[in-house]
T-cell receptor, first 115, second 113 residues
Framework: QQQVKQSPQSLIVQKGGISIINCAYE??????FPWYQQFPGKGPALLIA?????SEKKEGRFTISFNKSAKQFSLHIMDSQPGDSATYFC??????????????FGTGTLLAVQP | KAGVTQTPRYLIKTRGQQVTLSCSPI?????VSWYQQTPGQGLQFLFE???????NKGNFPGRFSGRQFSNSRSEMNVSTLELGDSALYLC????????????FGPGTRLTVT
């Protein structure tokens, strides 16, 4: 129940296209869903995050869509650029049971944007 | 504002040895979490500290331990190293426990031979 399932494992998109990465969870106590971007040799960088009281959040070219009833959320990267080529991780956490920063991560999606 | 710093960045140890990794959080951040990243298991939570107290611990053997100092800096220790401990160890900081915005350091790449 603590798992976050992420798909696809890898994704190839043409420059200017839309990249879509999906995640699903089981634990209904999760109340914060961040996405992290990781480049080789670097630590994950917080990209965008959403709470379950909204269905969509947009920051620049990055949008999170959230479906509470389906327990799914997704990251959309509009106008994908070669510089977006990285590994993307979804995650989830909850303060239910006590304040914590413990993140449950998905397995990651390796995105390659071809020029 | 400086980000999360981790030292050393790279480390090579032999099986059976022990290792200590260090993490300095973003200035003003009082909560530190540690994660292990491997190709096979992905990103896994090790433990988190707030105000020098361990608040949560992941499913790792007792060989993995940590602590936090009064200046919020944190160390993690792995004793009796095994080959499977080879991984990228990441530290993340946030303002307080339960503050969801966490910022990761570059990690320490540990190789056990």
């Amino acid at each position: 129940q603590q798992q976050v399932k992420q798909s696809p494992q890898s994704l190839i998109v043409q420059k200017g296209g839309i990249s879509i990465i999906n995640c699903a969870y089981e634990n209904t106590a999760f109340d914060y869903f961040p996405w992290y971007q990781q480049f080789p040799g670097k630590g994950p960088a917080l990209l965008i995050a959403i709470r379950p009281d909204v269905s969509e959040k947009k920051e620049g070219r990055f949008t999170i869509s959230f479906n509470k009833s389906a327990k799914q959320f997704s990251l959309h990267i509009m106008d994908s650029q070669p510089g977006d080529s990285a590994t993307y991780f979804c995650a989830a956490t909850s303060n239910y049971g006590g304040a914590t920063n413990k993140l449950i991560f998905g397995t990651g999606t390796l995105l390659a944007v071809q020029p | 504002k400086a980000g999360v710093t981790q030292t050393p960045r790279y480390l090579i140890k032999t099986r059976g040895q022990q290792v200590t990794l260090s993490c300095s959080p973003i200035s003003g951040h009082r909560s530190v979490s540690w994660y292990q990243q491997t190709p096979g298991q992905g990103l896994q939570f090790l433990f988190e500290y707030f105000s020098e107290t361990q608040r949560n611990k992941g499913n790792f053997p007792g060989r993995f331990s940590g602590r936090q100092f009064s200046n919020s800096r944190s160390e993690m220790n792995v004793s009796t190293l095994e080959l499977g401990d080879s991984a990228l160890y990441l530290c993340a900081s946030s303002l307080i426990a339960g503050d969801y915005e966490q910022y990761f350091g570059p990690g320490t790449r540990l190789t056990v031979t």
